[in-house]
């Protein structure tokens, strides 16, 4: 053999054990976008970072992908939490009262971007709404009350009315599990989320929620003791990211939101007895909005350039409606469980 032949033969041979070890699609200790420990096992792979990868892997225009692209947008805008209109009591606590207001009084929203995130955080349910109640123990429970695990439990938490209707706030709960009388929920979240729950627990909003989930449970007589909120890393690479928040039940926040959302209802409809839509609108866009994150905030019509409402925002709102406003707390200021 010549040495040519014999460098061909190695490098052949080399080639096919490396095929052997990573089929196709396959992650390689070598490839610089995988992260190795110092045993050269593979143990995660690298973020992407800026300007490894063009947005089109060729030079070529996508022809296909503007369909398939279309064809989840639509199928997310018609989930059914896009399409909500009534509250739930994810939304009662919220520390925006501005956005509390205007999805009470039904404003229509602005084009809305397909919510992407969300979608994945629902699709995580949607595996754990699987997961769970298989690992009952299987047999006849007539009453169904030796059932451990109920994933998106279905609870009404309380009732909101006015002068045009009123309707049960109802909610599913991610995981209620019975043995141990608690609910879960998921938030699958992004870096910032998970660093801000790690530091100072989850926002309001989140303790409000499971407080009424609570509610709704104790509303029907079934055992609830505890309320856990888990925050699962959207970009981490195992779930020892997850932040975990876990807290005897409380009903005091839940009912203080509720009470806050029903004042809301009253002072809307008294304003509107009086002074008509116009004015009301006017008065809602005059509460306070949150100085945190809020998922709401720029999607209504007063944050845009819409000129029936640029027209409604000219409506003078008397000083007597406006004292109102400092009655409505963003803040939960009572107990803490
Ligand atoms: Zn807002």
Redesign the pocket.
């Known amino acids: 053999m010549s040495d040519a032949a014999a460098i061909l033969a190695i490098a052949n041979n080399q080639t096919h054990q490396d095929t052997t070890q990573y089929p196709a699609g396959h992650a390689s200790e070598n490839d610089p976008n995988v992260l190795v420990d110092d045993k050269h096992r593979i143990i995660g792979l690298r973020n992407p970072q800026p300007g490894d990868l063009p947005t089109t892997a060729t030079d070529e225009q996508p022809r296909l992908w503007p369909e398939i692209q279309s064809l989840i947008e639509t199928h997310i805008h018609n989930q059914p939490r896009s399409q909500q209109v009534e509250l739930g009591p994810s939304e009662l606590g919220?520390t925006?009262v501005?956005?509390l207001a205007?999805k009470l009084a039904g404003w229509p929203r602005q084009n809305r971007q397909a919510a992407w995130l969300p979608f994945i955080g629902t699709s995580v349910h949607a595996q754990f709404e699987q997961l769970f109640p298989a690992l009952n123990e299987q047999g006849f429970d007539d009453t169904g009350k030796g059932i451990r695990f109920e994933t998106e439990k279905k609870v009404t938490v309380g009732h909101l009315s006015g002068l045009y209707g009123g309707y049960d706030i109802g909610g599913h709960i991610d995981l209620y599990d019975r043995w141990n009388k608690a609910t879960a929920d998921w938030k699958v979240t992004g870096t910032s989320t998970l660093r801000s729950a790690k530091a100072n627990g989850p926002s309001q909003q989140y303790r409000i929620q499971a407080s009424l989930y609570g509610i709704g449970l104790d509303n029907e007589n079934e055992p609830i003791e505890r309320c856990c909120i888990y925050f699962l890393p959207r970009n981490g690479i195992s779930l020892n990211d997850a932040v975990t928040w876990e807290s005897d039940w409380d009903p005091r926040p839940g009912r203080w939101a509720l009470a806050r959302a029903q004042l809301l209802v009253n002072f809307m409809d008294v304003i509107e007895q009086a002074d008509g839509p116009e004015v009301r609108d006017a008065w809602i866009s005059l509460l306070p909005?949150?100085t945190d994150h809020?998922?709401?905030?720029?999607s209504w019509p007063d944050d845009g350039t819409l000129n029936e409402f640029n027209d409604s925002n000219k409506a003078v709102v008397p000083d007597k409606w406006k004292q109102l406003i400092p009655l409505l707390d963003p803040q939960y200021s009572g107990a803490t469980a």
Not at 294 to 298: E, I, M, N, R, S
Request: hydrophobic share 25%; aromatic share 8%; with cysteine.
């Open positions: 919220t925006c501005h956005c205007a909005k949150a809020c998922f709401d905030c720029g």
